[in-house]
């Protein structure tokens, strides 16, 4: 693995915005970058973050198998008591997930680490599946990169797949999103497509605007009956809405399903290890309050159970005092987790996202930044496989 400069395609920003990714440039930053890109071999994708990816995945379904029977690690998770039972039949009755990313520090030396796992509401997914495929393949055509180029990335084609798998054709499909958020209604349109090509009929609504007529059915704001929501709206923030008390009895397909609620939940990572001690894709991690001095007595990161975009990370034990990002999160509880040290390439810091499309491993993002943890606006840089 390596970083490489690459030049960019003239008039790239042009064709961005016409394809509607006009989000390429957040508050006057870039958050698309394609003056380098990522270099790795087939070697380090198959056995460094495929395989892994897939080995990770089963071992969370053998958490939630686990979780689910277990009152006290529903506790644990801080998962309501009036949703536990509807997670719970979520669960055993195989309700089909769609997508999630894992989140690894590598370098391309040693085992990759799992930093955390987003399972319900990850976003990147249409810079993934379709932008970073378009650079590639006409930095190819342009001569810059070489025919045999290829890239770890069959995020389009996966979808569409699993959207055809899990639904008819014609099926009506709603997707939801806050309508006040860019890269949030980019993706939602972009898995529209996806299920458009499938022989879906998707329809947007947005997640401030969903209600619940008399007979407790889900509906958009012209009164259609919603069968089949995706939302891009974590499930502990739609516990807390006026239509939460609904969702156990409502007829409607979530995606993700009731059961991502526990894999979308830092909790996930004490538990792991606790299951799967000294795997090598693991960092040690417990809850707060009962990790063991030899554990504490070592650089560490202080987690929430719930947050999004790396808000209220702390990192203690590097420095004199503890560094934190900003945020709201924490009510709930936290997590402790092993530091790792984050890979660095020149002046930047590297995070890699490796997305699970029904339940295979199935490409790879990165994101850039000056700062150690990866938020939102880390940029976005394109990934090659080129054998030297």
Same mark, same amino acid.
């Given at each position: 693995?390596?970083r490489? &400069?690459i030049p960019? +395609?003239?008039?790239?920003k042009e064709?961005? /915005?016409?394809l509607?990714?006009?989000?390429? #440039?957040?508050?006057g930053? $870039? =958050?698309?970058?394609?003056? *380098?890109? =990522?270099?790795f071999?087939?070697?380090?994708i198959?056995?460094?973050?495929?395989?892994?990816?897939?080995a990770?995945y089963g071992?969370?379904?053998?958490?939630?198998?686990?979780v689910?029977?277990? &009152?006290?690690?529903?506790?644990?998770f801080?998962?309501p008591k009036? %949703? +536990?039972d509807?997670?719970?039949?979520?669960? #055993?009755?195989?309700?089909?997930?769609?997508?999630?990313?894992?989140?690894?520090f590598?370098d391309?030396?040693?085992?990759a680490?799992l930093l955390?796992?987003?399972?319900?509401t990850?976003t990147?997914? %249409?810079? #993934?599946?379709?932008f970073?495929?378009?650079?590639?393949?006409q930095?190819?055509?342009?001569g810059?990169l070489p /025919?045999?180029?290829d890239?770890?990335n069959?995020?389009q084609?996966?979808l569409?797949?699993?959207?055809?798998?899990m639904f008819?054709?014609?099926?009506?499909?709603?997707?939801?999103?806050?309508k006040?958020?860019?890269?949030?209604?980019?993706?939602?349109? =972009?898995?529209?497509?996806?299920?458009?090509?499938?022989g879906?009929?998707p329809?947007?609504?947005?997640?401030?605007?969903?209600?619940v007529d /008399?007979?407790?059915?889900f509906?958009?704001t012209?009164?259609?009956?919603?069968?089949? !929501?995706?939302?891009? %709206?974590?499930?502990?923030?739609?516990f807390r809405?006026?239509y939460?008390?609904? !969702? $156990?009895?409502?007829p409607?397909?979530?995606?993700?399903?009731p059961?991502?609620a526990?894999?979308s939940n830092?909790?996930?990572?004490? !538990?792991l290890?606790?299951?799967?001690?000294?795997?090598?894709?693991?960092?040690?991690?417990?809850?707060?309050g009962?990790?063991?001095?030899?554990?504490?007595s070592?650089?560490?990161?202080k987690?929430?159970?719930f947050? *999004?975009?790396?808000?209220?990370?702390t990192? *203690?034990?590097?420095?004199d005092?503890?560094t #934190?990002? $900003? @945020?709201d %999160?924490?009510?709930?509880?936290h997590?402790?987790? @092993?530091?790792?040290?984050p890979?660095?390439? @020149?002046?930047?810091y590297?995070m890699?996202?490796?997305?699970?499309i @029904?339940?295979?491993?199935s490409?790879?993002?990165? *994101?850039?930044?000056?700062?150690p943890?990866t938020?939102?606006l880390?940029?976005f840089?394109?990934?090659?496989?080129?054998?030297?």
């Open positions: 693995m390596k490489i &400069d960019e +395609r003239p008039g790239w064709q961005a /915005e016409e509607g990714f006009g989000f390429h #440039t957040m508050y930053a $870039p =958050y698309w970058d394609e003056s *380098r890109a =990522y270099q071999s087939l070697r380090e198959e056995d460094d973050i495929e395989d892994p990816s897939q990770l071992m969370c379904l053998d958490l939630v198998d686990r689910v029977h277990d &009152d006290a690690l529903l506790q644990k801080a998962i009036d %949703y +536990r509807w997670i719970r039949k979520s669960w #055993t009755s195989q309700d089909p997930s769609l997508y999630g990313r894992f989140d690894f590598y391309g030396s040693g085992p680490k955390e796992f987003n399972a319900d990850p990147a997914l %249409y810079e #993934t599946g379709f970073q495929w378009v650079w590639l393949e930095q190819m055509a342009a810059v /025919e045999n180029a890239q770890f069959s995020v084609d996966r569409i797949e699993r959207f055809a798998a008819g054709p014609g099926y009506h499909i709603h997707f939801a999103s806050s006040d958020h860019d890269e949030d209604r980019a993706t939602v349109r =972009y898995l529209e497509d996806c299920a458009k090509q499938a879906l009929i329809h947007f609504v947005a997640v401030e605007e969903i209600g /008399e007979d407790g059915r509906a958009d012209d009164s259609f009956v919603i069968d089949a !929501l995706f939302k891009l %709206y974590p499930y502990e923030d739609m809405e006026d939460g008390p609904y !969702l $156990p009895g409502a409607i397909q979530l995606l993700e399903p059961w991502k526990i894999l830092k909790a996930i990572l004490p !538990l290890w606790e299951m799967f001690p000294d795997h090598p894709n693991l960092l040690p991690a417990y809850f707060d009962e990790a063991p001095e030899s554990f504490l070592l650089p560490h990161v987690k929430p159970l947050s *999004r975009e790396g808000a209220n990370i990192v *203690r034990g590097l420095r005092e503890e #934190t990002t $900003p @945020g %999160y924490g009510a709930e509880g997590i402790l987790q @092993g530091y790792a040290k890979p660095k390439f @020149g002046d930047d590297v890699i996202g490796s997305w699970i @029904g339940g295979q491993a490409g790879i993002c990165l *994101r850039e930044d000056k700062a943890v938020q939102d880390s940029r840089v394109p990934h090659v496989i080129l054998e030297d």
